[in-house]
């Protein structure tokens, strides 16, 4: 366990035995923020595997990635492809044109990726949505898992709202009682989110 996530599940401790209790039985891995030159990479991914399963995702995207010379996959490159090329591989046509929204507002500069990573959370998320076919939830994934910030949650990820539902015993769960417990984890709520991630998949 890295010396951050033993710093957060300190705070757990203090403020949230439930979470606490979770946090002691699950293993959670290591994730290391990814350069800038990743980011086009990360959303394509994060578009192609919106509402699938993790397996899907997966083989699609591997098929995604052999449209590019040697597997490089760049905005510029993507231009090329038409929708029926990206379509082929198994994804829809909305991520298809998802994808090439992305890469057009990339090389156009509307999207300066790099800049992104200089931004606080919510504006982040704000600039990230601007792109057809990426919302909040996407935006989220994107700076957890990409960008490694420390302090978010996604309402809108429903493996999180079942593991809540479940370890606080939550009848009628709306999002105000949802972020009263989810406050309190702040500044480490990324880290909550991956714990109960793993209690789904632990089925704890």
Not at 107 to 112: A, F, H, R, S, V
Not at 118 to 133: M, P
Request: hydrophobic share 40%; with cysteine; aromatic share 10%.
């Amino acid at each position: 366990m890295d010396a951050k996530m033993r710093k957060a599940i300190n705070h757990f401790k203090k403020i949230d035995p439930v979470l606490f209790s979770i946090a002691e039985q699950v293993s959670i891995d290591s994730i290391e923020a990814r350069k800038s030159n990743y980011y086009f990479y990360a959303l394509c991914r994060e578009i192609i595997g919106q509402q699938l399963a993790g397996s899907a995702a997966k083989a699609i995207f591997g098929r995604f990635k052999k449209l590019f010379p040697k597997g490089k996959i760049t905005s510029r490159h993507t231009l090329k492809l038409s929708e029926e090329e990206i379509r082929n591989i198994g994804t829809s046509w909305a991520k298809a044109r998802y994808i090439r929204d992305l890469a057009q507002k990339v090389e156009d500069g509307t999207l300066d990726l790099k800049s992104v990573e200089k931004l606080n959370d919510a504006e982040a998320i704000e600039k990230l949505v601007q792109v057809k076919g990426i919302g909040p939830w996407t935006a989220e994934m994107f700076l957890i898992f990409t960008m490694c910030r420390e302090d978010i949650f996604s309402h809108g990820d429903l493996g999180l709202r079942k593991a809540i539902i479940k370890h606080y015993s939550l009848r009628s769960p709306d999002r105000e009682k949802i972020e009263k417990i989810t406050i309190k984890w702040s500044p480490y709520r990324t880290y909550a989110c991956r714990i109960l991630w793993k209690s789904l998949d632990a089925k704890l």
